[in-house]
C-alpha cells in the first residue's frame, strides 16, 4: 500500500487535467519543469503542406497548414513562418480565415486529406479568436480528415465544414456540416453513406447562398487503395446548404473517383473540375460557363490525370478566370482557360496547394512535398521558404561520435544524417545526403565510418563507405529455389551488437549477411501469414491503378537483435505475428497467440529487446489500417509465452514506438501518434512530455548511451531532442518525500573549443538549437517556493564564494545553468568601452559546490568541472594560465578603482574651483582611460585601460598558456601601472578638501552596480 501511495503522489506532482489529445494538454509540465525539448531540423528539405490560406486583406500574412507538423504563420510575405498550433494535433487539413474578422478569426480542420499510406490523422475542428494565440475545440472528434472550411463573407455566425472522413473504415462523421452560431452548434447537410466524404467544398464569391460540394468513395486497407465508386459525385446548392443536385451534365459515363472543384473569383460562372473516371480517355480537366449546368472537357495531360487522389486541387487566379493552377507532380498552369498547360518551376515534385498573393498574380505559394516554396514572376521560377522545419522521419538511428551524429530517413525526402550540435546552431549546410527517394532506416556501422541507407521497398540498399565516398548497392536479390521476395515499403534493417559486420534485412524471410551486405542468408521461413489475399498489389488505386509499393503487404516490418544474446532475435511483421528466435534462426515461434486483447492481424510495429534481460521485449501493435485508433504496447519476460499490457488511459493515440532506458528497467519512452509519453514506473502510469514538445507523430526514439539524450525522429517536425534524461532515473518514493533533491551528474567538461562560425546567411533559415556545453546543476523541489528568501551560490571546496546564480523555484525538475566562469571584472569607466569588460574568465577544473538557501534550510551539491582529455596543455601550463589571467583581472579591477577614485576627487576638485588639483587630476586620468572619441570612427588612441583590458580578453578567452609576447606585454602594462599607481599616490597626499570625500571601499565598489 505504501508503494501505490508514492507512486500517486508522484503524478500528483502535476494534478489531474482531463483531456484527450485535441486540448492543451500540461500533463507532465509541473513535474518535467525544466526539462525542454529542442529541435534541430532539418529545413532543408521540409516537409509535406496540405493547405495554404493568404489573409483577405493584408498581402504580407500567409498560413500553411501542413501534413504533420501543424499551422505555421508567416507576417513577412513568406520569407519566416512560426508555428501557431503546437499544443494540438500537427496533422493539418484545412486553415480558413474568418474574412469578416481576418486578423483574429482563424478556423483549423485537423488531418491530412491527401491520402497516402502513411498520411497521419486528426481529431476535429478547432478556433481562435485572438489570432492563433488560444485555441478552442468546436468538435468533430471522430472525423479524422477535414478537407475545407469556409466562413460566410457577409455572416461571421455562417460556418460550413466539409468532412473527408475515415481513410481505413467506416465513419458516420462525412460530409458538409453547417454552424449558424460560430461553430457552437452544427447541422449535417450532405451525406451520402459511411464510405463517402466531401474531398472538396467551395462558396460562390458573389452569392454565399451558392454552394459546390465534391462527394468521394474511398477505401484504403494496409494492403490496396480504392478510389471511386458509384457514389462519387458533384453536388450543388442554391439554398445554403439545404438541398443539393448532382450537376453532372457532360461528365464521363460510370463510376467517378476525387473530384477537385474551382470557381473563378472574377467570374463565378466560370468552374473548374477534375475528374477521376472509369475510362482513361475520360479523365481530366472540365470546364463550365454556366455555374454547372454543363461541362465540357478541356484536357487530360498526364501532368492533370496523374495520381487524382494525391493531387486534385485547382486553384483559379483571383484576376483571370482563365488562369488556373492545378497539383500534380511536377505542378501544372494554364493561361488559355485550361486548354494548354506546362509546368511550374523547378521545385521539389507533389504539388498540393497553390495560392495566389492578394495584390500581384504574379506572386504565388505553392504547398509541395518539399515544404512552401515562392514565385514573383508567375510561377516560371521558384525559391524554397528555408525555416519551415517540417521533416518526416520514418526512422533514426544515432552513433557515438562528439557531438553524435542524427541519421534517418525521409518521406519523399532521401536520407540524411547531421551533427546534433554545431558551430551557431544546426544549420542546413551541416546535413548529408546518403539516399534518394522516400528514405528509411539509416543506420551507422559500429566501428567502421560505413553508413547503410535505403529506399521505399528496399528498392535500393546502399553501404556507403564515407571515407572513400563509395557507394554499393546491396540489398538481398531474387535466387533460385525462393519465392518472390516481398519487402515493406518500410523495409527494416538492422546491425548486430555482436557482430559489427552482420547486417539483417526483412522481407517475408529474415535476411542476415555476415558480411556487411555483400552475402545473404536466410535464416528463417515465411514469418508472415503469407495470406494471397493481401498480395495483389497490382489491383491497388480503384479507377486509377495506384501500385508505388506502398501497399507492399504480409512482409517483415520491424527487426530486434537482443543485446544480451546474438541468437536472440524478434520479429514483427505487418500482418501480426511476433516471431522469436532463440537458436540464431534455426527455430521460430510465433507468440501472437500468447497475446491477449489484441486484434487479430494488427501491425506489429515495433519491438524493443531489453537490455537487463534476454528474455524480455516489448511489443508496439499499430491497428489504425484497421481502422483501430486504439494504442496497444505489450511486454513479456519469458520469450513472449505470456505478455502484459502496459498502456493505460493515460495515453491518447496510436503507438509508434517505445524505447528503454539503459539504467532504470522501469523509464520507458512512447512515441504515439499525438506526441510523448513518459512513464517512471514500468507502464503503470504514463504522462504526456509537452515542454517545447509539439503534439507531433513520433514515430522513432533513441537514446544515446553516453550523453543520456533522447532522440526523436517525429513524422512532421524533424529531429526532436530532450538533453540528459538522467534525473528521471531517480525520482522515486525518497526523491517524492524530500523539500529539495539534487540529481546526480556527470563531471563537466570546461568548453574551450572555439570557430568562426557565424549566421551570416541564415536569416531567413532554421537553424536548430546546440546542446549547452554548460554545468547544469539539477533539482527536484516538492513544492513551488513562494515565501521567504531563496538563492544560490556556486563555492569552491573550502567555502568561498565563486559566483552568485538564480535558482528555479518551480515544483518539480528545475535546472540552472553555469558556465564555469565568474562574472566580469569591473572596468575603469572611460568614454569608450572595452571588450575586456565583456570577459568572464573561467574557473579551473575541480570540485564545486552548489549551495541553495531555501528558507532556513540550506543544501548542498557537490559536482565536477574537467578538462578536455584532448586538450594538448599539461597542469603546469594550466595553472600558469589561469594565474596569469587572473592577476590581469585583478590588475583591471584595480585600474577601475582607481580612476574611481580619480573621478571623485576631479568633482570635488572642480566644486572647490581647486582648478590645479584638477587639471593635475585629469592629465593623470588621460593617461589611465580615452577621454575622447566614440566606439568606431573616432576612436582615439588606447591607454593604459585599453591595453590592459584587451591583454586581459586574449588571456581570459584563449584555450592557450600565455605567449612570451603576452608575458612580456603584461610585465610592460604592470610596470606602467605600478608608475601610475605611484603618481597617483603623490596626487593624493596633496589632495585637500574642506569636507572629506565619501568614497567606497574596494569591495563595496566592486558590489555596487
Not at 71 to 98: E, R
Not at 634 to 647: E, R
Request: proline share 4%; net charge negative; aromatic share 10%.
Amino acid at each position: 500500500m505504501k508503494q501505490l501511495l508514492s507512486l500517486v503522489a508522484l503524478w500528483g506532482l502535476v494534478g489531474l487535467y482531463s483531456v484527450n489529445a485535441q486540448d492543451k494538454n500540461n500533463d507532465g509540465k509541473a513535474l518535467f519543469g525544466d526539462m525542454t525539448a529542442r529541435h534541430i531540423g532539418p529545413a532543408l528539405m521540409s516537409g509535406r503542406i496540405n493547405d495554404m490560406e493568404v489573409h483577405p486583406t493584408n498581402s504580407r500574412i500567409i498560413y500553411a497548414g501542413t501534413a504533420g507538423g501543424g499551422v505555421w504563420k508567416s507576417n513577412d510575405a513568406g520569407s519566416t513562418f512560426n508555428p501557431i498550433f503546437d499544443d494540438y494535433c500537427q496533422s493539418i487539413g484545412a486553415v480558413a480565415l474568418d474574412p469578416n474578422d481576418p486578423d483574429n478569426t482563424i478556423y483549423v480542420g485537423t488531418g491530412e486529406t491527401w491520402t497516402r499510406n502513411s498520411v497521419s490523422l486528426g481529431d476535429g475542428l478547432y478556433k481562435s479568436i485572438d489570432g492563433g494565440a488560444n485555441w478552442k475545440k468546436l468538435g468533430f472528434d471522430k472525423s479524422e480528415r477535414i478537407a475545407n472550411i469556409i466562413v460566410n463573407p457577409k455572416n461571421a455566425n455562417e460556418v460550413y465544414v466539409a468532412v473527408l472522413g475515415a481513410l481505413w473504415g467506416d465513419s458516420e462523421e462525412r460530409g458538409v456540416y453547417k454552424s449558424l452560431d460560430a461553430g457552437e452548434t452544427w447541422k449535417k447537410l450532405l451525406y451520402v453513406n459511411p464510405k463517402t466524404g466531401c474531398a472538396d467544398l467551395i462558396m460562390d464569391p458573389i452569392d454565399p447562398n451558392v454552394l459546390y460540394a465534391s462527394m468521394w468513395e474511398f477505401r484504403r486497407t494496409g494492403w490496396s487503395f480504392e478510389s471511386g465508386g458509384d457514389n462519387s459525385a458533384l453536388y450543388k446548392s442554391t439554398d445554403g446548404g439545404a438541398t443539393w443536385n448532382k450537376i453532372h451534365n457532360g461528365f464521363p459515363s460510370g463510376k467517378l473517383g476525387r473530384l477537385g472543384i474551382a470557381v473563378a473569383p472574377s467570374n463565378p460562372k466560370v468552374l473548374y473540375t477534375v475528374i477521376e473516371a472509369e475510362k482513361d480517355e475520360r479523365k481530366g480537366l472540365y470546364r463550365s460557363d454556366d455555374a454547372g449546368n454543363s461541362w465540357k472537357q478541356l484536357n487530360n495531360d498526364f501532368g492533370i490525370t496523374v495520381r487524382p487522389f494525391y493531387f486534385s486541387r485547382i486553384v483559379v487566379d483571383p484576376r483571370d478566370e482563365n488562369v488556373i493552377v492545378k497539383g500534380g507532380l511536377s505542378g501544372s498552369i494554364s493561361r488559355d482557360g485550361g486548354k494548354t498547360f506546362k509546368a511550374l518551376g523547378n521545385m521539389h515534385s507533389d504539388i498540393h496547394d497553390i495560392a495566389f498573393s492578394i495584390k500581384d498574380s504574379d506572386i504565388m505559394y505553392v504547398g509541395t512535398d518539399g515544404g512552401v516554396y515562392r514565385s514573383w514572376d508567375g510561377g516560371t521560377n521558384m525559391e524554397i521558404v528555408e525555416n519551415l522545419p517540417l521533416s518526416q522521419f520514418y526512422h533514426i538511428s544515432v552513433d557515438n561520435e562528439t557531438p553524435y551524429n542524427v541519421y534517418g530517413g525521409l518521406q519523399d525526402n532521401g536520407s540524411w544524417y547531421g551533427p546534433s550540435s554545431s558551430p551557431g546552431g544546426v544549420a542546413a549546410r551541416d546535413w548529408n545526403s546518403v539516399g534518394y527517394g522516400d528514405g528509411f532506416r539509416v543506420l551507422k556501422h559500429p566501428t567502421k565510418n560505413i553508413i547503410y541507407s535505403e529506399m521505399q521497398g528496399a528498392e535500393n540498399v546502399w553501404r556507403i563507405d564515407v571515407d572513400r565516398n563509395l557507394t554499393k548497392t546491396i540489398q538481398p536479390l531474387p535466387s533460385k529455389g525462393i519465392a518472390k521476395l516481398r519487402f515493406n515499403w518500410n523495409t527494416p534493417m538492422a546491425i548486430s551488437a555482436h557482430q559489427p559486420d552482420r547486417f539483417y534485412m526483412g522481407s517475408q524471410f529474415l535476411h542476415k549477411s555476415e558480411d556487411m551486405g555483400d552475402t545473404w542468408k536466410i535464416i528463417s521461413p515465411d514469418l508472415t501469414t503469407n495470406d494471397p489475399t493481401k498480395q495483389a498489389q497490382e489491383d491497388s488505386g480503384g479507377l486509377s491503378k495506384d501500385n508505388s509499393g506502398a501497399e507492399n503487404h504480409t512482409t517483415i516490418f520491424t527487426i530486434a537483435e537482443s543485446p544480451l544474446d546474438g541468437d536472440v532475435i524478434w520479429v514483427g511483421t505487418d500482418d501480426g505475428n511476433v516471431q522469436v528466435t532463440q537458436d540464431g534462426g534455426k527455430s521460430w515461434t510465433n507468440t501472437v497467440v500468447n497475446i491477449t486483447g489484441l486484434p487479430k492481424n494488427t501491425w506489429t510495429y515495433h519491438i524493443e529487446a531489453s537490455v537487463f534481460d534476454k528474455g524480455t521485449a516489448y511489443a508496439v501493435f499499430e491497428g489504425h489500417t484497421q481502422n483501430d485508433m486504439h494504442p496497444y504496447t505489450y511486454k513479456t519476460t519469458d520469450f513472449g509465452k505470456t505478455w502484459k499490457s502496459i498502456i493505460t488511459a493515460d495515453v491518447v493515440g496510436i503507438v509508434r514506438n517505445i524505447q528503454e532506458d539503459y539504467v532504470n528497467p522501469d523509464l520507458l519512452f512512447l512515441g504515439t501518434e499525438f506526441g510523448l509519453y513518459i512513464t517512471m514506473d514500468g507502464g503503470k502510469n504514463w504522462k504526456k512530455f509537452t515542454n517545447n514538445m509539439p503534439s507531433v507523430a513520433v514515430h522513432y526514439i533513441e537514446l544515446q548511451k553516453e550523453t543520456n539524450d533522447l532522440v526523436m525522429g517525429t513524422h512532421g517536425r524533424g529531429v526532436i531532442i530532450i538533453d540528459d534524461i538522467s534525473p528521471l532515473r531517480e525520482i522515486n518514493e525518497e526523491v517524492l518525500n524530500k523539500n529539495v533533491h539534487f540529481f546526480a551528474s556527470k563531471p563537466t567538461v570546461i568548453h574551450e573549443e572555439s570557430s568562426f562560425s557565424g549566421n551570416f546567411g541564415t536569416e531567413t533559415q532554421f537553424v536548430g538549437r546546440n546542446k549547452t556545453k554548460d554545468a547544469q546543476i539539477k533539482y527536484f523541489l516538492k513544492k513551488r517556493h513562494t515565501f521567504g528568501k531563496m538563492n544560490m551560490e556556486i563555492q569552491d571546496m573550502e567555502g568561498n564564494t565563486v559566483i552568485e546564480l538564480g535558482p528555479g523555484k518551480s515544483k518539480g525538475i528545475n535546472i540552472v545553468n553555469w558556465n564555469g566562469k565568474i562574472k566580469q571584472p569591473k572596468i575603469a569607466k572611460g568614454k569608450t568601452f572595452s571588450f575586456g569588460g565583456f570577459t568572464s574568465p573561467s574557473v579551473p577544473a575541480g570540485s564545486y559546490k552548489a549551495v541553495m538557501t531555501k528558507g532556513k534550510e540550506t543544501f548542498e551539491h557537490t559536482f565536477e568541472l574537467i578538462y578536455d582529455t584532448n586538450s594538448p596543455l599539461t597542469a603546469e601550463e594550466r595553472e600558469f594560465k589561469n594565474k596569469t589571467t587572473m592577476k590581469m583581472y585583478d590588475m583591471t579591477q584595480e585600474l577601475a578603482y582607481l580612476v574611481y577614485e580619480l573621478d571623485e576627487m576631479i568633482t570635488k576638485s572642480e566644486l572647490d574651483k581647486n582648478s590645479k588639483m584638477a587639471g593635475k587630476l585629469i592629465d593623470l586620468k588621460e593617461t589611465l582611460v580615452i577621454t575622447t572619441g566614440d566606439n568606431y570612427v573616432g576612436s582615439a588612441e588606447p591607454q593604459l585601460r585599453e591595453k590592459m583590458a584587451d591583454l586581459y580578453s586574449k588571456l581570459a578567452d584563449n584555450y592557450d598558456k600565455p605567449t612570451s609576447s603576452e608575458v612580456e606585454n603584461l610585465s610592460i602594462i604592470a610596470e606602467k601601472f605600478e608608475a601610475a599607481k605611484l603618481d597617483f599616490i603623490k596626487l593624493k597626499k596633496k589632495f585637500k578638501t574642506k569636507e572629506p570625500l565619501d568614497i567606497m571601499t574596494f569591495e563595496e565598489f566592486l558590489e555596487h552596480n
